[in-house]
């Protein structure tokens, strides 16, 4: 069965400053894999997704994230935090049989401090 | 259109209410969700819609009921909820999955408290 582990559930930045969320993955075949967003009181916007295309991929509003099989990660990164980041993040991998279940990650808050 | 709309936003009910909660999406998606959120935890599948045919049940307790009247519109009605039911509730959408991989579009959510 397909899980995600997000390794943070708070990381705390300086607008201005990287961001580094992390996730790994473990799935039994090349997984498709998502990062969405959640600003507090609303849905979830999705920010990119992997599917066994390029590795490095970019997503909306300056986010990538990069697949990395070798160590089941998928790191979700932002050269420059802005206080409009500040968010929760969900890693989300896809069940590839059937209908493609979501299976979420735990969330991590992105807290951004001026 | 890549907006899946939710109605309506807030939804208080005593626990002897009948409410139905509405989602609605015209980007042509044949696949549609229902999700449960609760505070601080990630969204709970609860249903799957294929083609308007329902698809998976995550062994939801039967006072909620869905419905998909047509391609476009999910309903989720809902009688005799219980204060756990407080939650926000979420809908998505997909293009059909037997085209490859495809991103679920999430809506904004209904926020609803059980009295």
């Known amino acids: 069965a397909q899980s995600v582990t997000q390794l943070d559930s708070h990381v705390s930045v300086s607008e201005g400053t990287p961001v580094l969320l992390r996730c790994n993955y473990s799935s039994s075949y090349s997984p498709s894999l998502f990062w969405y967003v959640q600003h507090p009181n609303k849905g979830l916007q999705l920010l990119l997704k992997y599917t066994s295309a390029a590795t490095l991929v970019k997503g909306i509003n300056g986010f990538e994230a990069e697949f990395k099989k070798s160590e089941t990660s998928f790191h979700l990164t932002k050269p420059s935090a802005h206080m409009s980041d500040a968010a929760e993040y969900f890693c989300v991998v896809s069940d590839s049989t059937g209908f493609q279940k979501l299976v979420f990650g735990t969330g991590t808050r992105l807290l951004v401090s001026p | 259109d890549t907006e899946v709309t939710q109605t309506p936003k807030h939804l208080v009910m005593g626990m002897t209410n009948k409410k139905s909660l509405k989602c609605e999406q015209h980007?042509?998606?044949?696949?549609m969700y229902w999700y449960k959120q609760k505070a601080k935890k990630p969204p709970e599948l609860m249903f799957v819609y294929s083609y308007e045919k329902l698809s998976i049940n995550e062994s939801v307790p039967s006072r909620f009921s869905p419905e998909c009247p047509n391609s476009s519109l999910l309903n989720l009605h809902l009688h005799a909820l219980q204060p756990e039911d407080s939650a926000l509730y979420l809908c998505?959408?997909?293009?059909?999955?037997?085209?490859?991989?495809?991103?679920?579009?999430f809506g904004p959510g209904t926020r609803l408290t059980v009295l």
């Open positions: 998505a959408s997909s293009q059909d999955w037997t085209t490859g991989v495809n991103e679920q579009f």
């Open positions: 980007m042509g998606h044949r696949a």
